[in-house]
């Protein structure tokens, strides 16, 4: 019953910036967290950022200090802000969202970043 659609993804040069949304929509009363995943070639799926209903936000060590979590609240969405891109950053980035319990996950289709060196 919720629907997440990734859009902004595309290709950058070492040391540029992208910012990736994530618009979301249905029964989205039962969700507490909205994150942001990624898949890079040959490695598994890891959290880049989350960011709660209370506000607070959460990042891998890997991003911190580059990446950016951030909501519209009016749009239901969430955006992710990333600068200082490094080609270790390509992957396909996806949207998640966990309701209250944890029990549900909601993904949508992903959407790819490609930095070049």
């Known amino acids: 019953q919720v629907q997440l659609v990734e859009s902004g993804g595309g290709l950058v040069q070492a040391g540029g910036s992208l910012r990736l949304s994530c618009a979301a929509s249905?029964?989205?009363?039962?969700?507490?967290?909205i994150g942001w995943y990624r898949q890079a070639p040959q490695k598994q799926r890891e959290l880049v950022a989350t960011?709660?209903?209370?506000?607070?936000?959460n990042y891998a060590d890997s991003v911190k200090g580059r990446f950016t979590i951030s909501r519209d609240n009016a749009k239901n969405t969430v955006y992710l802000q990333m600068n200082s891109l490094k080609p270790e950053d390509t992957a396909v980035y996806y949207c998640?969202?966990?309701?209250?319990?944890?029990?549900?996950?909601?993904w949508g289709q992903g959407t790819q970043v490609t930095v070049s060196s």
């Open positions: 998640n969202a966990k309701t209250w319990s944890g029990a549900t996950n909601y």
């Open positions: 960011i709660s209903r209370a506000g607070s936000t």
């Open positions: 249905g029964s989205l009363i039962s969700i507490n967290t």
